[in-house]
């Protein structure tokens, strides 16, 4: 839980701040700003001046294959956890 805090506490600094308005003009007006590259704002055309790295490249693909693999993992742990409790909802209605 911590974790995801230190993750998102600079986008909802700047949510509270108030100050969403002001990056999203100078993002727009073409100014450099200061700020994590969103994944949303990449793009794979080279023309684009949001574009990787190939050690950012490596990187990105390295945590999408560890977040798919996490991902997974809940999966199976949701459907075990649905399986034992319809087994649990059997031997109580017995």
Do not use: F, H, Y
Request: glycine letters at 4%; charged letters at 30%; hydrophobic letters at 40%.
């Amino acid at each position: 839980m911590n974790e995801l805090w230190q993750q998102v506490a600079p986008d909802v600094a700047i949510i509270a701040k108030g100050d969403l308005q002001t990056l999203a003009q100078q993002i727009a007006s073409g100014k450099q700003v200061q700020r994590n590259v969103d994944l949303l704002d990449l793009d794979d055309s080279a023309e684009s001046g949001a574009s990787l790295s190939s050690a950012e490249t490596e990187a990105l693909a390295l945590a999408v294959s560890d977040a798919t693999s996490r991902l997974d993992r809940l999966g199976k742990i949701r459907r075990e956890r649905d399986d034992v409790l319809k087994d649990l909802k059997e031997k109580v209605s017995r």
